[in-house]
C-alpha cells in the first residue's frame, strides 16, 4: 500500500496492552533490525509501562512509538530522583519528517511534566535527533579494545586477598544486585533498579553471541563477603601464532579497588585470550590507572546518557552543588516555555533551592545546556568557550562550573 501524505493525522494515544505487537514491530522496522530473540523481546514486553506509552495509528496501523519508564536516577549529592527514560521511539519511514515524533515529544514532556517527574533522559540513536528538545548530552562512556598482552597491568596492595570464583550468572544474581545497590547512590547517572530490570543483564540470546560463549559470571569475595562480580564472553580464536581469543565485558562492579583489580587482572589473564572488549565503561573507569600502556588500550568516548530538566528549578533544586553556589540563570526553554526566565540558585554540598527571581541575570543558557551539565560531567566553561552559555556576571561561570562538577563522573550503566 502507498501513502498519500494526504489522509488525516494519525491518532497519538497510549498503548493498549493488546497493541503492544504492532508497536514493537514498527519500532524494530524503524531500527531495520531482525527480529529479537524470544527471551529479549519478552523482557522488553515485561518493562513496558503502559500508560506510560503512546503509539500513532494511522487507521489500524502502528506508525509511531515513543515509551517513557518510570526511573529514579542518582544526582551529585546522592538523591535518587524521578525521572523519565524516554525509550522505544520510531516513526514508520512511510510516515517520517510530517511531525510526528515532534508531537510525540510534546504530548511526552507535558505528560512526564504532570507526573512530577523533573527529568527526562534518554540514549540516542542518532545524537542529532534530540537537542531540539532540550536534550543535552550529559554522560559519556569509555569504549576500550584492549592488547591484553602488551597493555600491562599493575594491581594494588591487596588484590590478592580477593577469592574469585565462577558462579552461574542467575544463581550469583541476587548477591551481585547486592553490590549493585550499593554502588547506585555514589554515581551520578545510576539507575536506581526497577522490579524486572535486573534481568537486562541476564539477557543472553544465543542468536546475539556471535560465536562467543554463553555468558559466563565471576564473582569477587573477601571473607566471605561479595565485593564485586563481572559478566564477560570469551570468543576463542586461533591464528597462525597461535590463540588469540577475545574477551568482551558486559558488567563488572566492585565495591573496593582491590576488589576491582582482581577482577580486571582475571579478564585480563584470562587463558588463550589476547584482547578484552570494554565498552560502555565509566569515563573515569579504574582499568585506565592500572595499565602501563594505555594507548594500546585503544580508549574512545562517545556520548551516552542525554538529560532534559522537564521542571529546571525543581531538578536543580534536587541535586547538590560541589562547593557553594549563588547565581542567577536566564534559562531559554522555546520546547517547554515554563522553564523560561529568571531562577536563582543557591546551594552547596548539603542542598539547593532554585525559585524565580527578578534580579538581574549571571549566566544565560538553554534547557538543553543546562541537562548536558546537570549530572556533573559536562563542563559550563566548555559550554562558555562554544558560545552556548553566556556569562553576564564576571565571576559566575567559574563559581558555576566548579559548584556542578562530579567527581567520580556521571555514568550510566546500561542502556534502556
Ligand atoms: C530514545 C530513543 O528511542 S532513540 C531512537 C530513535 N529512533 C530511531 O532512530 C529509529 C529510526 N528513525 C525514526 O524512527 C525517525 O526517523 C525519527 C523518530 C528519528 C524521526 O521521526 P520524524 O517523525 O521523522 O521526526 P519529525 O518529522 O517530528 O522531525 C522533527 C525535526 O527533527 C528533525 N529530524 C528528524 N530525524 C532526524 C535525524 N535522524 N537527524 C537529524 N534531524 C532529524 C527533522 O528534520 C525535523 O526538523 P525541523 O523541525 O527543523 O524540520
Not at 574477551?247 to 589473564?269: C, M, N
Not at 600502556?293 to 585503544?298: A, G, I, K, L, Y
Not at 556576571?393 to 567527581?407: I, K, N, Q, V
Request: with cysteine; glycine share 10%; hydrophobic share 40%.
Amino acid at each position: 500500500m502507498v501513502d498519500d501524505h494526504t489522509g488525516p493525522a494519525p491518532e497519538l494515544r497510549s498503548l493498549l496492552p493488546d497493541e503492544w505487537d504492532s508497536a514493537y514491530g514498527t519500532l524494530l522496522r524503524a531500527f531495520g533490525g531482525p527480529p529479537e530473540a524470544e527471551e529479549e523481546r519478552q523482557l522488553w514486553r515485561d518493562l513496558t509501562e503502559f500508560g506510560r506509552f503512546l503509539a500513532a495509528w494511522d487507521g489500524d496501523r502502528c506508525v509511531a512509538s515513543a515509551g517513557a519508564f518510570s526511573f529514579r536516577l542518582t544526582v551529585p549529592g546522592g538523591a535518587s530522583v524521578p525521572a523519565a527514560g524516554v525509550t522505544m521511539v520510531s516513526v514508520a519511514a512511510t510516515h517520517r519528517r510530517r511531525g510526528l515524533l515532534t508531537s510525540m515529544m510534546r504530548r511526552q514532556l507535558d505528560d512526564i511534566r504532570s507526573w512530577g517527574e523533573p527529568l527526562a533522559v534518554l540514549t540516542a540513536s542518532e545524537p542529532a535527533i534530540y537537542g531540539r528538545f532540550g536534550y543535552g548530552a550529559a554522560t559519556f562512556q569509555l569504549d576500550a579494545e584492549i592488547d591484553t598482552v602488551r597493555a600491562g597491568l599493575t594491581v594494588p596492595d591487596g588484590t590478592d586477598d580477593v577469592r574469585l570464583r565462577y558462579a552461574d550468572p542467575a544463581e550469583a544474581l541476587d548477591a551481585c544486585e547486592a553490590v549493585y545497590a550499593r554502588l547506585v547512590p555514589g554515581r551520578p547517572g545510576m539507575l536506581a533498579r526497577r522490579p524486572g530490570w535486573e534481568r537486562l543483564g541476564l539477557l543472553d540470546p544465543e542468536s546475539t553471541r556471535g560465536g562467543a560463549s554463553a555468558l559466563q559470571c565471576v564473582v569477587a569475595e573477601r571473607d566471605g563477603a561479595t565485593v564485586g562480580y563481572a559478566r564477560f564472553r570469551v570468543k576463542p580464536s586461533w591464528g597462525p601464532e597461535g590463540p588469540n581469543g577475545q574477551v568482551t565485558l558486559s558488567a563488572l562492579e566492585a565495591l573496593d579497588p582491590a576488589a576491582g583489580a582482581a577482577l580486571w587482572r582475571f579478564l585480563f589473564d584470562l587463558d588463550l585470550t589476547s584482547s578484552l572488549l570494554a565498552r560502555g565503561r565509566p569515563v573515569d573507569d579504574a582499568w585506565q590507572y592500572l595499565v602501563r600502556d594505555v594507548r594500546r588500550c585503544r580508549p574512545a568516548l562517545r556520548d551516552a546518557l542525554y538529560v532534559r530538566p522537564v521542571e529546571v528549578g525543581a531538578a536543580l533544586a534536587a541535586r547538590t552543588y560541589r562547593t557553594p553556589v549563588d547565581v542567577v540563570l536566564e534559562v531559554e526553554d522555546a520546547f517547554c516555555p515554563w522553564n523560561e526566565g529568571r531562577r536563582r540558585l543557591s546551594g552547596d554540598a548539603k542542598g539547593a533551592t532554585c525559585e524565580p527571581t527578578r534580579d538581574p541575570a549571571d549566566l544565560a543558557l538553554s534547557a538543553r545546556e543546562l541537562g548536558a551539565a546537570y549530572l556533573g560531567g559536562v563542563s559550563l566553561t566548555a559550554l562558555a568557550a562554544a558560545g552556548r552559555v553566556r556569562e553576564l556576571r564576571p565571576g559566575a561561570l567559574a563559581e558555576a562550573t566548579s559548584a556542578f562538577g562530579s567527581d567520580p563522573a556521571p555514568w550510566l550503566p546500561h542502556g534502556f
